[in-house]
């Protein structure tokens, strides 16, 4: 009987670990909707808005620098010997 049970508690939690996992992206978006609109609310001079802001502006700088690297080392032959 103890077997059954503990079969029955592991196929649960099983269940349950698959289906958050399958839930996390829709609960992640969700989260990031309500985050936003939050921010949206907010005056324009208040701390964690302009904090999220600058954020985001290094946040493009830096996929901007990587990228232009990118280019530029795919533009350079590789020689040998070079580091």
């Known amino acids: 009987m103890t077997k059954k049970v503990a079969l029955v508690a592991a196929g649960s939690v099983a269940l349950g670990v698959l289906g958050m996992r399958a839930a996390r992206p829709m609960l992640a978006a969700g989260c990031r909707r309500a985050c936003d609109s939050m921010f949206d609310r907010m005056p324009d001079d208040f701390p964690p808005k302009q904090i999220a802001r600058r954020l985001e502006v290094l946040d493009d700088r830096t ?5 232009l690297l990118e280019e530029q080392a795919a533009s350079q032959p590789v ?3 070079s580091p």
């Open 63 to 67: 996929s901007k620098i990587l990228r």
């Open 79 to 81: 020689t040998a010997g």
